[in-house]
Every structure is written in structure tokens, then in C-alpha cells.
């Protein structure tokens, strides 16, 4: 079983053209290696596909070491907004930081089970074929079963808040 913890833990998002981005994050849940479930409250508005995510959105993300995504959860006044899933490869999980590599598609999940695909037309042509399979491989977990991938998360967001 992973600690629980109120410690620090920062998600290290490197995007295929080498430029990083960092976020400091509440650890709600740390399995080294596995998996991990953070906190992060957003500081300003955020614009998502066809959502406006409001300053203080609660984020909760959800890191698994062998899949080929992460979801963030996005709760709003304790209402789920929508479910966004980074496709994304290497992923690593210490007690310290969470890294991977962002493969810039993504999906948006609304709580209805409705998916959307979004930033396919950004992938460089000159993509890997590494990264080709991780995408191909998101893809098929996460619109198989949109509705399976949400209950997932709202059970391990609630389990994981109500640990803390």
C-alpha cells in the first residue's frame, strides 16, 4: 500500500520538444515506482477545450508508472467540471517528483462519458514510433471505455481526499 502523506511532491511535465514544466502539488497518495494522486488548486482561469476552469478548481491527478496516461479530475465547489487525460510515456514516481514525457494529444472527458480527442493535429511528424504505440495505446484504454476510466477516478480521488 502507498503512504499517504502532506507533503510536497512536484509533476515534471517535459513536452516533445524539450521544453519542461513544473508544479508543486500536495501528495495525496505516493506508491514509489506505481503510482501517485496529488492536489493542485488552480491560481487562475484556465481555458480547456470548451471549458473555463475558475481559479481555485480543485485538481486532482491520478499518475500510474505503466499506463500510457494520467488524469487530472477537476472539481469545482466539491461538483466533478471534467476528467483530462494526458497521453504521455516515462513515466516515473519517486517520494519526490512525478516525470514524464508529454505526447501533447489529450482527451477531455466530460462526466456524461462523452470523450473528446484533442491536439492530434500538434504531433511533430517526425514522431517516434515509441511514442506512436504509447498514443495508439492511450487512445484504446481511454475511449474503450470512458465511463470504466471515470468511475476509476472518482473512486480513487475520493478515497485518496478523504485519507488525507
Known amino acids: 500500500m502507498g503512504r499517504q502523506t502532506s507533503a510536497t511532491i512536484t509533476e515534471r511535465k517535459t513536452r516533445l ?7 508543486v502539488c500536495d501528495a495525496l497518495l505516493v506508491e514509489v515506482g506505481k503510482r501517485a494522486v ?35 479530475h477537476w472539481i469545482d465547489g466539491g461538483r466533478t467540471v471534467a476528467y483530462y487525460a494526458n497521453l504521455v510515456d516515462d513515466t516515473t514516481i519517486t517520494d519526490e517528483r512525478i516525470a514524464y514525457t ?9 462526466p456524461s462519458g ?9 504531433l511533430p511528424d517526425d514522431l517516434v514510433p515509441k511514442h506512436r504505440i504509447a498514443i495508439a495505446k492511450g487512445l484504446e ?6 465511463r470504466g476510466v471515470i468511475r476509476e477516478i472518482e473512486r480513487e480521488s475520493a478515497a485518496a481526499q478523504r485519507e488525507r
Open 17 to 23: 520538444d524539450g521544453s519542461v514544466a513544473e508544479f
Open 102 to 110: 508529454d505526447l501533447t494529444v489529450d482527451v477531455l472527458l466530460k
Open 114 to 122: 462523452a470523450a473528446m480527442v484533442l491536439d492530434e493535429d500538434e
Open 141 to 146: 484504454s481511454l475511449i474503450a471505455d470512458p
Open 38 to 72: 496529488v492536489r493542485y488548486v488552480l491560481d487562475r482561469e484556465a481555458h480547456v477545450g470548451d471549458l473555463i476552469l475558475a481559479p481555485g478548481t480543485v485538481t486532482i491527478g491520478h499518475f500510474w508508472a505503466d499506463r500510457s496516461y494520467n488524469v487530472y
